[in-house]
């Protein structure tokens, strides 16, 4: 039913929160009976949905495929760019989904710049939905108090490396040392509180830029206080895949998935790869005084496949993408997406409902589809197929 792969990782994330982590479980499972036996794309709803708040962000990350050195945010035109929803759409989209409980995640760009982001994380507390934020950390002091007095359950930072690569990495001088003074603050209220909410995750991609400075991470996540430290392997492809995905993909969908331009990395060839691979397992094979985990799970022989083989399908989890079954994605513009990355839009919040659009048309037509082709293109580098 689930990739045995995930087995270990879900179970130590259970014990950090077995309500959260129950409920995931129920709706997982909904899911994938419905991958099975569902013959007209119709699926249980979400466990998750993801609210893109902005396009924009503070920073320039070297290997961001949004605003990074090859970023497709760059040709977005102005009023792309500038898109948002106001509070009241995510108010009554709130009032409709808090119904079957899906976890939320706020996300961007960067999420913090949201002009209303503390209004709106008290309106999904106020729901009793599970919360987490990704981040780039910049900006979290500021919102420190309103983060933990409302109850965010998981707050990700995204980290590169020590101080000074880290730095490097988002071209910003002195980032680190934000990330740092506003995870001081979060855990410095969590004690004032007694609370031990949010876990703060600290979530690391490996690229060519830190590869070498991975078995730093540890280090890093406890100067950080975190409860979780994620290390996730590199989303990367090449042009001729982009090119034969986007051929097939507009045929039969009318779009093509131009984000996954943003992710054409020729620098992986830079990667020493066995010494990652190496330097994973070691990892993995540590004691830390947090939950460490490698996402996606691979072993060493299927890691080093992973980064080195074009046409890598892996042996070790489902050759399937279970995602549009247990997920949605709401753009800034209120467009739906079963798929965050491939451009597909099967509805908008603005004119339809998301349960009407959750088993619309659309929606179905997609999950169809991908249950036949079992995966599309690009996908066995987008790490998403190995979540569920």
Not at 17 to 39: D, Q
Not at 197 to 217: A, F, G, H, Q, W
Not at 224 to 230: D, E, F, M, R, V
Not at 233 to 240: A, G, K, N, R, S
Request: proline fraction near 5%; charge should be positive; glycine fraction near 6%.
């Amino acid at each position: 039913m689930f990739p045995i792969k995930t087995f270990g990782r879900n179970i130590k994330k259970a014990l950090l929160e077995p309500g959260y982590a129950f409920n995931a479980l129920v709706k997982r499972t909904g899911a994938s009976a419905s991958y099975r036996f569902s013959k007209n794309g119709k699926a249980p709803f979400p466990e998750s949905i993801t609210f893109f708040l902005t396009y924009k962000c503070n920073l320039r990350c070297k290997m961001c495929g949004q605003w990074g050195d090859e970023g497709t945010n760059k040709s977005f035109d102005p009023a792309k760019v500038n898109a948002k929803l106001d509070i009241s759409s995510y108010i009554k989209l709130l009032d409709e989904v808090k119904t079957f409980k899906p976890h939320i995640t706020l996300f961007g760009g960067e999420p913090l710049m949201y002009y209303e982001f503390e209004q709106l994380v008290h309106e999904i507390k106020k729901r009793g939905l599970h919360l987490g934020i990704i981040t780039n950390g910049t900006l979290i002091k500021k919102h420190a108090a309103v983060i933990v007095n409302e109850g965010v359950d998981v707050v990700s930072l995204s980290v590169d490396g020590p101080a000074e690569l880290h730095d490097r990495v988002r071209n910003m001088e002195g980032a680190f040392a934000r990330i740092k003074e506003g995870a001081d603050e979060i855990t410095r209220l969590k004690v004032e509180k007694k609370t031990s909410k949010p876990v703060i995750n600290i979530v690391c991609t490996i690229s060519d830029l830190n590869y070498k400075s991975i078995r730093e991470m540890p280090a890093v996540a406890k100067e950080l206080h975190a409860g979780t430290l994620n290390l996730h392997h590199l989303i990367f492809t090449d042009c001729d895949t982009v090119e034969r995905h986007n051929k097939y993909f507009k045929g039969k969908f009318g779009v093509e998935s131009k984000d996954w331009s943003g992710f054409i990395r020729p620098a992986v060839s830079d990667i020493n790869i066995d010494r990652l691979a190496s330097d994973l397992q070691i990892l993995k094979t540590s004691n830390h005084p947090f939950l460490l985990t490698v996402y996606p799970d691979f072993s060493k022989e299927e890691t080093l496949k992973y980064y080195k083989d074009k046409e890598f399908l892996s042996a070790e989890y489902p050759k399937r993408c279970l995602s549009p079954w247990v997920v949605s994605y709401i753009c800034p513009d209120g467009g739906v997406l079963p798929c965050h990355s491939l451009g597909f839009v099967s509805g908008n919040i603005k004119t339809e409902s998301f349960k009407d659009i959750w088993n619309g048309k659309e929606m179905r037509k997609f999950r169809v589809e991908l249950k036949k082709q079992k995966h599309f293109g690009v996908c066995p580098k987008c790490t998403e197929m190995y979540r569920y």
